[in-house]
């Protein structure tokens, strides 16, 4: 039975020329980057210059990229350090965020390191910049806002420019999790007013285990993690030399081929809607989907029935991989708290197609004449 994946919001295939730049450095090229002779230098001029390429491509300086372990590690030292290092005494974040982000904010909030408030969502999931501003203006303190570009299960795209003007209007720190948007958008990270921002390799047919945080230069932090000084200092350990190369070098090719894929993807999730509109009734759609919205996720909302309660199932016992909320729960299904926050609806089941390059029409099709017999 032939799989057909449409997860790819929670991984994404590594794509082949990415494995072909990864594999010198899991073979020939094996030296420690911290060493001093040559066979280490050579390592060492691989991290640097993979680098230079993810900086060019985000518009940010080498300086402020810090290789990582993924999103959810640069999102935890992002919360740290405007805690330990900036004085933030209170965080403004969403109840759509990623766990990533809700569980640091909670767990500094117990230790009454910092206060945390929600800002509002509006109905169709985007987050009310109106209540945010009113919420900065109240506070006396300085406050830290954590919103990510674009939410992992819905896609609502947070207008990113506009947030972090609001948030220099007030003297806030701004973090974004931009994990689902790196590798997707063109980002120019000197122009938009962002303080930090996180990727992770394996959004966009890179490893993973590998991400990023970028740290604006105007703000000094210090390390998370010591030992032997690696990523200048803010994170010891040898580095993960073939995830990084990996990467840089999904980036590179995602950056170049960003407006094809695009298009092509953009065109099977709007095909998809149609195809489900004609074929399922009662079928309906959460998040802004057809508007300021991620092209490559979909949430569809099935009309509960007994067999729609079992769809997730049902579509792995057909070879079909989707996801009724964020995969980075360690397989636990307890509901959504994304839905739960927009539309919670009991007579509705949430689930998440997610696309990518490697995706075709007959795959919608398919999917589609399966979900018309399962429901």
């Known amino acids: 039975m032939n799989r057909i994946y449409l997860d790819n919001a929670a991984t994404t295939q590594l794509a082949p020329e990415v494995l072909e730049a990864m594999l010198p450095y899991m073979t020939t090229y094996f030296g ?16 640097e210059n993979a680098r230079k390429t993810v900086a060019r491509i985000l518009q940010a300086n080498p300086g402020e990229i810090f290789f990582t372990s993924g999103g959810t590690e640069s999102d935890n030292m992002a919360i740290a350090a405007s ?18 982000v809700l569980h640091a904010v909670e767990h500094f909030d117990h230790l009454d390191t910092v206060t945390s408030s929600f800002v509002k969502i509006l109905p169709d999931g985007h987050v009310d910049l109106q209540d945010l501003e009113e919420q900065l203006a109240a506070r006396t303190e300085r406050c830290l806002v954590s919103l990510m570009h674009a939410n992992n299960e819905i896609g ?5 420019y506009a947030t972090g003007e609001i948030c220099k209007k007030y003297n806030a720190i701004f973090h974004s999790d931009t994990v689902q948007t790196i590798g997707h958008y063109k980002i120019d990270l000197r122009r938009n007013p962002v303080h930090f921002a996180t990727g992770a390799g394996h959004k966009f047919h890179g490893p993973k285990g590998v991400g990023i945080l970028y740290i604006n230069d105007n703000i000094k932090v210090n390390p998370v993690i010591f030992g032997g000084g690696q990523e ?11 995830g990084i190369v990996g990467f840089a070098k999904a980036l590179e090719l995602a950056d170049m081929n960003q407006e094809k ?3 092509g993807i953009q065109s099977l999730k709007t095909y998809m809607v149609e195809q489900l509109q004609q074929n399922i009734p009662g079928v ?3 998040g802004d989907y057809a ?6 996720v979909l949430n569809v909302a099935f009309p509960k029935t007994e067999k729609s309660e079992m769809i997730l199932f049902n ?7 989707a996801s009724g909320g964020s995969a980075c729960s360690s397989g636990a299904d307890i509901g959504s708290h994304v839905i739960r926050a927009i539309n919670n609806n009991p007579n509705l089941v949430p689930v998440r197609f997610s696309f990518s390059k490697y995706n075709t029409k007959e795959e919608i099709d398919f999917v589609v004449g399966k979900l018309g017999e399962l429901i």
Request: charged share 20%.
């Open 284 to 286: 309906q759609f959460n």
């Open 261 to 263: 894929d695009r298009a």
């Open 232 to 242: 200048r200092n803010m994170r010891a350990g040898t580095e993960n030399l073939y």
């Open 315 to 321: 579509l792995d016992m057909l070879g079909i991989c």
């Open 32 to 47: 420690n980057p911290s060493s001093v002779y040559s066979y280490g230098r050579e390592t060492r001029l691989a991290i």
């Open 291 to 296: 508007g300021k919205s991620l092209y490559t």
């Open 156 to 160: 609502n795209l947070l207008d990113i």
């Open 83 to 100: 805690i330990r290092d900036l004085g933030c005494r209170h965080i403004i974040t969403s109840p759509i965020e990623h766990h990533a």
